[in-house]
């Protein structure tokens, strides 16, 4: 697909040199280069984070899930640079965790609280659980949940949780999918918070976003994941979402 | 709604007369009710099984939710006759699991695993904990689930997980939503129970059924009801689905 073909019609940042906001990325897997790509083409200027950099940039070899090195990955996305969880926490007005949830409070952590003080976090992390068999259960789930874990943690920070529903490809272009007629949810204490994420979900070109309420609705996000990960081998793909019908 | 409204398009049962089962529906709430006012119409033979048939009777208010005494809906509905829970999975060769989560085991106990022995049971309970604040969470979730205890418990019967992502009015007439277009997942460890079970969702005008795998599975069914009753919440009604969009 073509760069321009990302870009959802009428979204609000079309142009590579418009004002944007400056992003901090979380992570360097396939969710965080997918909204990193995404992000700077939208016209921001996106930081992804790493826990160590030189480690980050030695790996020579594709992934588990083929995707190739993230070396590789930044040469063809030349707008996106590689810092430190620190430095791109510190660089975002907006941060996104792309972490996996097992290491998602750690890396926020290492990314400092200063640096995530008063600033939305749009945590899209999973706790999956992937040490009992093949498929995954949650590492925090029913009277818990990651998203309230890492607001708990960071209480200056406003997290959003949105999109943990969703693969990542579909999380940054649902119209590939029935045209973008299908969900995508949103749990989060600021309302403020929840409006400027809204709008960052638009501009990707979702349409409908379905705002569940407070952080502690995030736990009926992600015990979506059990259904998520049985619906994907019933499917024999990961790109399908779930539609409210009413 | 008329009675005849009830009645899907090509449904395999059309005749009041017809060659029916004999089923039993442990249960006489909502659930309950719908299904064998449904069951009945179609041509089946149904008897409702409760903890104890004269304290039941004896009942002459509706309940929180509004429903009238069952006295009055069985004087509405002729056809669905009203026994003990053993008397009721003694009747069937089919069962219904139609209790509260939390009652689940105790009601299949009093049935007598006898009466349960080799038979297909439906179950659509769900393990909801409503001990804490206003929305409940779940009594067992994640690593376990009430249709795998089920199964544990009656290992000689075969337990078949459906419906209970779905408000007991739509689930015995999913077409009063959308035509019909939204989903209904499947799980159990018997192929062929899997299959009758099937014939008689679609009886009841099911298009869609996804079957999820063996029993395990229900634990991404049951997982769904966190976020099933957060949109309840949202959407204000408790007619809506989901439907896998792909």
Redesign the interface.
């Known amino acids: 697909m073509s760069p321009e073909g990302l870009l959802p019609k009428g979204s609000k940042f079309t142009s590579i040199t418009g004002d944007g906001m400056k992003i901090g990325v979380i992570g360097t897997g396939i969710v965080g280069r997918s909204h990193a790509a995404k992000l700077a083409l939208l016209g921001h200027e996106v930081v992804m984070g790493t826990r160590n950099v030189e480690t980050t940039l030695g790996v020579h070899e594709r992934d588990m899930m083929g995707n190739p090195p993230l070396k590789e990955w930044l040469q063809g996305h030349p707008m996106v640079k590689l810092e430190s969880f620190h430095e791109a926490a510190l660089h975002g007005e907006l941060i996104i965790n792309a972490t996996r949830g097992e290491h998602t409070l750690e890396a926020l952590r290492n990314s400092g609280e200063r640096n995530l003080e008063g600033k939305v976090i749009i945590d899209i992390s999973n706790p999956l659980d992937f040490s ?1 068999g093949a498929l995954p ?2 590492l925090v ?3 818990d949940s990651l998203g309230e874990e890492i607001q708990r943690a960071f209480p200056n920070a406003k997290v959003v949780k949105t999109l943990n529903t969703i693969n990542a490809r579909l999380q940054v272009d649902p119209d590939a ?2 045209s973008g ?2 969900d995508v ?1 949103l749990s989060g204490n600021d309302a403020g918070a929840k409006q400027r994420v809204t709008e960052i979900l638009r501009s990707y070109g979702w349409k409908n976003v ?4 407070d952080i502690s ?1 995030a ?3 992600e ?2 994941l ?6 994907m ?3 024999q ?1 990961p ?8």
């Open positions: 009992e259960s949650l789930a029913n009277t999918l029935m007629d299908h949810f379905v705002d569940l309420g609705t736990r009926g996000a015990m979506m059990p259904m998520w990960v049985r619906l081998g019933v499917l793909t790109l399908f979402n779930f539609k409210i019908v009413r």
